[in-house]
RNA sequence: GCCCCCGUAGCCCAAUUGGCAGAGGCGGCCGACUUAAAAUCGGCGCAGUGCGGGUUCGAGUCCCGCCGGGGGCACCA
């Protein structure tokens, strides 16, 4: 074999790669094109260097399903970008004395340029960068609309802190009492910071996951719906003892509020502090020395399990409303602030915490519900066994609820309690307003004028963006103030609405912002008089197909989710959900574990593809397994993804036949093979199951070698027939290799291929072997055509020996017959 | 502790959604070609589906209970 009909990746990719680049096949949404649409992406990369093997995973399968929707003959819109605002930014500026954009830009252009090697099938000419003004002036643009709606809002309130980059955290952003991204235990501070009113959406972000269960991992909706966590309850009102005013208090079970025996406020509340003022020196004195305890600990202590309860008696009383009775009202950290009304009423025989509680500090314990335990036998006594009996029972020491069960006894309560006036139903959520606000430099400047006499004043359009002020000269590191508010020339200002002299708000937003609506930037992302053009958004969005990891679940997903709806209600787009369906690629592991310099196990993308080609790489991507799984790098073989596509690439070398020879003449059987692969494949892709597509492809290529060598050879019109939709199956995996193929097959850009209509004559079989069972067992198999009727087959079945030697001399009790399959005979 | 997902051949994985357990690949073994090797071509399936029950004519697939692995949430009243 002479050099040139070799296969040899590197000189293929050379040939195709400035041919693409010219020709652009991917540029999506002229507007005379008549194709229908369809909008498919990946989540934009953060720049953090080149791309590595987690990204070679998820583009190579967003491509297979843009490429796909392509060959089907849709209007693709594919698009790519930057989340380039972040921390390891301004991490690596500080650590370098470096301008953080200039880190950033290179990191781009080093991305931008592999990607392009790697064939991703991205529109060029819509990529954006957050980074960029011309990006988040429209965060600015949009931070001032929320704020105007009361959607965006600065409060006083303790908030989680890290130490180490020196700036706040959202709730989403403390990963088990640590620091997302760089593990330092997160402790508490309070600030005045700016939020997000997320949970004004609460409802609709859990209520609307319904819509998105055939379309979404179930994962990602069990892992939102927990973040959001509804819990439906009833408050209650309290009076107070030398207190004006009553306390209300949040429970999930009203039902018990007779067993209530004590009340508990949250330490660290203003509630807490309150109450404390009014105790005798002593109280004060603990109460203070407790809660400068509470607020010292970290998020990880707070978190440990089996902590023993502990709390401040505060002296004071509160009064329960159904029975008069005074309950002790005691400060501990158990309780949160912000959760509820920052109060409980304590009922220890029911509640575990509550139990531990009472029985840390010596409070009495009271039964109202009749429980049984799992074997029906009465349950014991919560104050001696410790265990509060927490399941459904029957009332009992609960005046009028006495005999009702839990649930009829909750509502009852609920009509008692909102008939007196001191108490409803009530509904509360786990999630928490998304704090945005951030004391570092590289984000989005939050567009807000502080004015002593106006208060916040947004800054108005015709001023925006408020740019960020040089790197150059301002000290980066985090010192738990804004590197912004060094910047005095930009840092002061005249208010826009009295002219006064005023301060630029310092901090800058948390970079979640940034992709929360970076999809419908997408759509016109050159426009300079709005964030996006809300004609290109009915005609392209929402998103048809997503493609991203599992570790955006909640943050990206629910900020998202949030911002659709919060434009939807500003009339700038018609929909509620960004993302009508969701693929979750898994993670690309070596020996098991995740990929780290640390752990000595780094696989280095750039030397996969120099030593087994793009195509290989990315067809081992594909074939590794179903895509949501995570690949581990020693389980696959990209060597033999290199040997399977020089195999299929040898069959457009040796096609005899001319271009446009009529199929219908050639190899029956391998005709059938390829309308079958064709069919199959599209439904298979439609599915993610990129894996089997794969398969089926190298069953027609093994197929076909076998014609062109030991059958009706290399000139079969059959054999140019499946050549090709091999190279149009495989350019969804390997698309230098698929476009060879289809350039030697004398076409051009394979993929703006359409999928050759499957003839679906050649799909019936002439024959189908029905299988012969009796009593369940095979005995016997059939060849039989596939229109046969039932009748017919159960006679035939039963005159087959292997039949009739298993039914002996029994007799037939039933035939149960799936014509043409399955015949089974019940005998005895 | 609660919730979700997954256990099929030495390994990665298929299985028309209840109908012959095996499509594809990796590895291994055998053969052809070769002076030899590489490359290429051809051939060989080694497990009865983690375990125990149940439903059914029939279960890898559905139900119940375990075991093992992965992930999420976890003082949210």
């Not at 949404?29 to 720049?47: H, I, N, Q, S």
């Not at 105007?148 to 980059?165: F, M, Q, T």
């Not at 301060?503 to 999809?519: A, G, I, K, P």
Request: proline share 5%; charged share 25%; glycine share 8%.
């Amino acid at each position: 074999m002479t050099d040139e009909h070799r296969y040899k990746f590197r000189a293929i990719e050379d040939r195709w790669l400035p041919v693409w680049e010219e020709r652009q096949p991917f540029r999506s949404g002229r507007e005379d094109d008549a194709r229908p649409t369809k909008y498919v992406l990946d989540m934009f990369p953060y720049p953090s260097g080149d791309l590595h093997m987690g990204h070679a995973e998820a583009y190579a399968l967003g491509d297979v399903i843009a490429r796909h929707w392509v060959q089907k003959g849709f209007n693709v819109l594919h698009p790519i970008g930057w989340d380039s605002f972040g921390l390891p930014a301004e991490n690596a500026a500080i650590k370098r004395g470096v301008d953080p954009a200039g880190w950033t830009e290179d990191n781009i252009a080093q991305q931008l340029s592999s990607m392009k090697r790697y064939a991703c099938s991205f529109d060029w000419d819509r990529v954006l960068m957050t980074h960029r003004s011309d990006y988040y002036h429209w965060n600015q643009w949009i931070f001032t609309r929320l704020f105007e709606r009361g959607l965006a809002y600065r409060k006083h309130s303790n908030v989680n802190w890290c130490p180490k980059d020196q700036t706040v955290l959202a709730n989403e952003q403390v990963v088990g009492g640590l620091c997302e991204r760089c593990d330092t235990p997160v402790t508490k501070k309070k600030l005045n910071q700016w939020y997000f009113k997320v949970t004004e959406y609460a409802d609709e972000l859990l209520d609307g996951l319904e819509d998105l269960r055939e379309t979404w991992p179930s994962k990602v909706i069990a892992m939102q719906r927990n973040w959001i966590g509804r819990s439906r309850g009833a408050d209650v009102t309290f009076e107070i003892e030398g207190r004006e005013q009553p306390i209300t208090i949040y429970t999930t079970r009203p039902d018990t509020l007779h067993g209530a025996t004590f009340m508990v406020v949250a330490a660290d509340s203003d509630l807490a502090a309150e109450l404390a003022t009014g105790a005798d020196a002593a109280t004060q004195d603990a109460f203070a020395t407790y809660v400068e305890k509470v607020k010292g600990e970290s998020e990880i202590d707070r978190l440990a399990t089996d902590r023993p309860k502990t709390g401040v008696f505060l002296q004071r009383y509160g009064i329960n409303p159904v029975n008069g009775e005074r309950l002790p009202i005691w400060a501990s950290d158990y309780v949160l602030a912000d959760y509820g009304h920052g109060a409980i009423m304590a009922v220890p025989a029911h509640d575990q915490r509550d139990l531990d509680f009472a029985r840390a500090m010596s409070l009495p314990v009271r039964v109202v519900l009749d429980c049984r335990d799992d074997a029906g036998e009465p349950f014991g006594d919560p104050a001696a066994t410790g265990v509060a009996a927490t399941g459904d029972g029957v009332l009992v020491n609960s005046g009028s609820l006495d005999g009702l069960e839990k649930a009829a006894a909750i509502e009852a309560i609920v009509a008692e309690l909102s008939a007196a006036g001191t108490g409803d139903a009530a509904t509360n959520y786990r999630l928490r307003d998304w704090l945005i606000s951030r004391q570092r430099y590289w984000g989005t400047p939050i567009p807000i004028i502080h004015c002593e006499a106006c208060g916040e004043v947004p800054v108005p359009d015709d001023q925006l963006p408020v740019k960020l002020p040089n790197a150059e000269g301002l000290d980066l590191k985090p010192k738990g103030q804004s590197p912004l508010a060094a910047a005095s020339d930009w840092v002061n200002t005249t208010c826009p609405r009295c002219d006064a002299p005023a301060l630029r708000d310092t901090d800058t937003m948390d970079t979640f912002v940034d992709s929360s609506w970076y999809f419908l930037r997408y759509l016109s992302p050159g426009k300079t008089d709005g964030p996006f053009d809300v004609e290109e958004a009915k005609r392209w969005a929402p998103i048809d197909q997503y493609v991203g990891g599992v570790t955006h679940a909640i943050l990206h997903l629910l900020y998202s989710r949030f911002f659709t709806k919060a434009l939807r209600d500003m009339g700038m787009i018609d929909f509620g959900e960004p993302f009508t369906a969701l693929l979750n690629q898994g993670m690309v592991l070596m020996d098991g574990s995740a990929m780290s310099k640390s752990r000595g196990n780094l696989v280095r993308l750039s030397e996969q593809l120099d030593e087994f080609g793009v195509d290989a790489v990315r067809l081992t991507m594909a074939f590794a397994g179903p895509p949501e799984d995570d690949i581990d790098w020693a389980d696959v073989s990209p060597a033999g993804s290199q040997k399977f596509l020089a195999r299929a690439w040898r069959l457009a070398r040796d096609v005899e036949s001319a271009p446009g020879v009529d199929a219908a003449t050639g190899d029956a059987a391998l005709r059938a093979v390829t309308h079958k692969a064709l069919a199959e494949s599209q439904e298979l892709v439609e599915g993610f199951k990129f894996n089997v597509v794969v398969a089926r492809t190298m069953e027609l290529v093994n197929a076909t070698r076998k014609v062109i060598d030991s059958g009706a050879g290399p000139a079969d019109p059959a054999v140019r027939e499946a050549a090709e939709a091999v190279a149009i199956l495989l350019s969804l995996f390997a698309p230098y290799t698929a476009e060879d193929m289809w350039s030697m097959l004398g076409h051009s850009d394979v993929a703006l291929a359409t999928y050759p209509a499957v003839d679906r004559s050649l799909l019936v079989e002439e024959t189908v072997t029905c299988i012969v069972q009796v009593m369940g067992k095979v005995r016997d198999r059939l060849e039989v055509p596939p229109g046969i009727g039932q009748d017919e087959l159960r006679s035939l079945a039963l005159e087959t020996d292997g039949a009739k030697r298993a039914i002996g001399d029994a007799s037939i009790r039933t035939v149960i017959v799936k014509a043409p399959r399955l015949v089974n005979i019940v005998i005895g």
